[in-house]
Structures are given as structure tokens and as C-alpha cells.
């Protein structure tokens, strides 16, 4: 098997019904993906080292999706130069806001590309890394085309 290109990490299991939706649509592409459990708050450690080592491991995306007090994205952006695509996981208590508002606000200096709540947000992310790996590689750029112009196809214009 190919090393991965794209990792997606998130904070908890829990996130995985939801995180699953950027795997899928990036294997879709036949891009390389690797999934794991990261977490800012219960695995310090193993963040440090998973972000530390993300660039030399060959990774050249990183997915990154979190709820609550959602702060893996941005430390991932902190410890690392290789794009972090957030999304905010939707929580029990106050519906992914929480997640959204901790993710989205970061300080100057440390970029992080927030995508929508929930279930839209990590299908984007998905789509996002496939753009950023598309920049340099033409086979890849042609399908991402063909996708959306497929997706355009796809609606109709009458209401019913
Ligand atoms: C965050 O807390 C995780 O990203 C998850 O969205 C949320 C709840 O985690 P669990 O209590 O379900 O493990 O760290």
C-alpha cells in the first residue's frame, strides 16, 4: 500500500460517523488516506508526535475534526507548515457551535481552514485536500473536474 498522502485525525471514536465522510470521498479520488484518534486534551503526546512527524511521514494534507472544546485543529497547525483542513464535529450540548466558535477564531499567525458543521464540513474537507493535491498533479486535477462537472449535471432545473 501506497504511504498516505492525507491524514485525518479526530479527537474521539465518537467523531468517526462523521470524520468518515473525508475518507470516503478521498479514496474516491484514489488518493492515499490514513484515519487515526488524536486527541488535543486526552493524548497530548501522541498529537505532539503525530503533527511533529506528519511531514517527513509524507503527509502532505492534514484533516483534522474535533468537537466541543474542539482544539486539535489548530494545535496541529501550530507544529506543523502542511495545510490543516478543521472540522467541527456537531456536539450533544450546543449543536457543533461550540466546536465551530473553538476551531475558527484562531490567533494571527497560525492558519487553519475551518469547513462547516458536522457531516457538509468533513465531506468538504474531503474535497478540499483533493483540490490541494490536485495543484501539482494533472491526473488528479482531470477527475476533480470531471467530478463537479458530473455533480453540476446532476441538478435539475425543474422544481419537481
Ligand atoms: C472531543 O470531544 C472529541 O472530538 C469529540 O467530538 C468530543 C466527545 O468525545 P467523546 O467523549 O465522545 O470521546 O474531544
Do not use: Y
Amino acid at each position: 500500500m501506497s504511504k498516505a498522502k492525507v491524514a485525518v485525525v479526530m479527537g474521539s471514536r465518537s467523531d468517526w460517523p462523521t470524520m468518515k465522510l473525508a475518507v470516503e470521498l478521498i479514496e474516491e479520488f484514489g488518493v492515499s488516506v490514513e484515519a487515526k484518534v488524536v486527541s488535543a486534551h486526552r493524548t497530548p503526546e501522541r498529537l505532539c508526535e503525530f503533527a511533529t512527524q506528519a511531514k517527513d511521514n509524507g503527509i502532505q494534507v492534514i484533516i483534522a475534526g474535533a468537537g466541543g472544546a474542539a482544539h486539535l485543529p489548530g494545535m496541529v497547525a501550530s507544529m506543523t507548515t502542511l495545510p490543516v483542513v478543521a472540522v467541527p464535529v456537531m456536539s450533544k450540548a450546543l449543536n457543533g457551535v461550540d466546536s465551530l466558535l473553538s476551531i475558527v477564531q484562531m490567533p494571527k499567525g497560525v492558519a487553519v481552514a475551518t469547513q462547516a458543521i458536522g457531516e457538509p464540513g468533513a465531506f468538504n474537507a474531503g474535497l478540499m485536500a483533493v483540490q490541494i493535491l490536485a495543484l501539482s498533479d494533472p491526473e488528479l486535477a482531470k477527475a476533480l473536474q470531471a467530478w463537479k462537472d458530473r455533480q453540476t449535471d446532476s441538478v435539475p432545473v425543474e422544481v419537481e
